[in-house]
Antibody
Framework: ELQLVESGGGLVQPGRSLGLSCTASGFTFGDYAMSWFRQAPGKGLEWVGLIRSKAYGGTTEYAASVKGRFTISRDDSKSIAYLQINSLKTEDTAVYYC????????????WGQGTLVTVSS | DIVMTQSPDSLAVSLGERATINCKSSQSVLYSSNNKNYLTWYQQKPGQPPKLLISWASARESGVPDRFSGSGSGTDFTLTISSLQAEDVAVYYCQQYYSTPYTFGQGTKLEIK
């Protein structure tokens, strides 16, 4: 069964760092670009960034709002995508979702259930 | 950045009636070399992740009921639910994947009248 499972969320103080993981199963992970999105409580969806497959250089792109603080990486041998968040701000409070696409310019499907990150002192 | 604007923000429709949600992009998401519109529609129910309903503006995903349809091209798109069912209560988002940053409409909350 095709599945994406996020983990690593929790309550974190402002200024601290947090690492999220997205563990994939049911498909050939290395063939896909992986992307992270987030949704603040009661708000809409926001794209965070993506990492391309190794076939397309494994390069990353980020939303301007997170560039420099967020880092996406992948371990194809473990079928895991990572999101490292540094210098957390209260406005980073959100459910973080991972999803996959065949590449940039392809739709994202499916999405994981998400992991909640709460930034508060 | 491509700005996506949905209308209306909320919508109440009677069971069995048609629901129509519009989405407008600030620039065309039609890629001329392949004549495809890089536009998806997602359905999100409370406490759940988004579910892909339609990609390429009009291609219904496998398993999505045929009462859902997408139309439009360029900058103007529509999601239509031909006969509203109780399980269709959700927030619906359009999203462009033409270029990064990928952007969403603000969402349309669909309720039963």
């Amino acid at each position: 069964e095709l599945q994406l499972v996020e983990s690593g969320g929790g309550l974190v103080q402002p200024g601290r760092s947090l690492g999220l993981s997205c563990t994939a199963s049911g498909f050939t992970f290395g063939d896909y670009a992986m992307s992270w999105f987030r949704q603040a409580p009661g708000k809409g969806l926001e794209w965070v960034g993506l990492i391309r497959s190794k076939a397309y250089g494994g390069t990353t792109e980020y939303a301007a709002s997170v560039k420099g603080r967020f880092t996406i990486s992948r371990d194809d041998s473990k079928s895991i995508a990572y999101l490292q968040i540094n210098s957390l701000k209260t406005e980073d409070t959100a459910v973080y979702y991972c999803t996959r696409a065949l590449g940039t310019g392809w739709p994202f499907d499916p999405w994981g259930q998400g992991t909640l990150v709460t930034v508060s002192s | 950045d491509i700005v996506m604007t949905q209308s209306p923000d909320s919508l109440a429709v009677s069971l069995g009636e048609r629901a129509t949600i519009n989405c407008k992009s600030s620039q065309s998401v039609l890629y001329s070399s392949n004549n495809k519109n890089y536009l998806t529609w997602y359905q999100q129910k409370p406490g759940q992740p988004p579910k892909l309903l339609i990609s390429w503006a009009s291609a219904r995903e496998s398993g999505v009921p045929d009462r859902f349809s997408g139309s439009g091209s360029g900058t103007d798109f529509t999601l239509t639910i031909s006969s509203l069912q109780a399980e269709d209560v959700a927030v619906y988002y359009c999203q462009q994947y033409y270029s990064t940053p990928y952007t969403f409409g603000q969402g349309t909350k669909l309720e039963i009248k």
